[in-house]
């Protein structure tokens, strides 16, 4: 079935450090979406992506969607201790149907 | 302007029981979603209502089924639960649209234990 998978399952980093989370679908998405989940709370959207090889800014955060619309990036610049919680990214083949990965938890030490 | 609201917020069955748990959508949102979230996993799709239609589902049994009024609020019924049907489940609306562009906005959620 479709499935999109998300690294690292997790990563610890000491604040001002930079912070990466990769996606990869099995069948080509017609979009990604990214969403942060505090601990403790519900998901939250962040951005979205459409076109291929598309890269998008919002501050410290980086997104890229890859040119075969199959993997998907989230670059987070100088962590801050408020960048705590677990990014998710999420997908559509077609229809309404959203899939999300796994996650990749972030904790940062200040 | 509201966000999304559920209710209950935290609810506690044992095996076998039924539940239903509510959403009501963002004001101006007329598509309801339901997910699933196992403790550190992502949100699995349950199914999407529009219209009063459920149009999408999931990978889920016939012991989900859910229902949408005419003011876009949304129900998920669970029969028969199971253990495994612990976990929380988030209600997310958008505004159905041609193009792909819209937000989903998600609720704070209901803590199902089944014990």
């Known amino acids: 079935g479709q499935q999109v998978m998300q690294i690292p399952q997790y990563q610890h980093v000491q604040e001002g450090e930079d912070f990466t989370t990769y996606c990869n679908s099995s069948?080509?998405?017609?979009?990604i979406q990214w969403y942060k989940q505090r601990p403790g709370g519900h998901p939250v959207f962040l951005i979205q992506?459409?076109?291929?090889?598309e890269v998008k800014k919002q501050k410290r955060l980086t997104f890229q969607f890859g040119e075969a619309k199959k993997n998907s990036s989230l670059h987070i610049t100088a962590t801050q201790t408020t960048d705590v919680g677990t990014y998710f990214c999420?997908?559509?083949?077609?229809?309404?149907?959203?899939?999300f990965g796994a996650g990749t938890r972030l904790f940062v030490k200040a | 302007d509201a966000g999304v609201t559920q209710s209950p917020t935290h609810l506690i069955k044992t095996r076998g029981q039924q539940v239903t748990l509510r959403c009501s959508p963002k004001?101006?949102?007329?598509?309801v979603s339901w997910y699933q979230q196992a403790l550190g996993q992502g949100p699995q799709f349950i199914f999407q209502?529009?219209?009063?239609?459920?149009?999408q589902r999931g990978n889920f049994p016939d012991r989900f089924s859910g229902h949408q009024f005419p003011n876009y609020s949304s129900e998920l019924n669970v029969n028969a639960l199971l253990l495994g049907d612990s976990a929380l489940y988030l209600c997310?609306?958008?505004?159905?649209?041609?193009?792909?562009?819209?937000?989903?906005?998600f609720g704070p959620g209901t803590r199902l234990t089944v014990l």
């Open positions: 997310a609306s958008t505004r159905d649209r041609e193009d792909l562009w819209d937000t989903q906005y």
């Open positions: 069948t080509t998405l017609s979009n």
């Open positions: 004001s101006g949102h007329d598509t």
């Open positions: 992506l459409v076109k291929s090889g």
């Open positions: 999420a997908g559509k083949t077609g229809g309404f149907k959203t899939i």
């Open positions: 209502y529009y219209e009063e239609e459920e149009r």
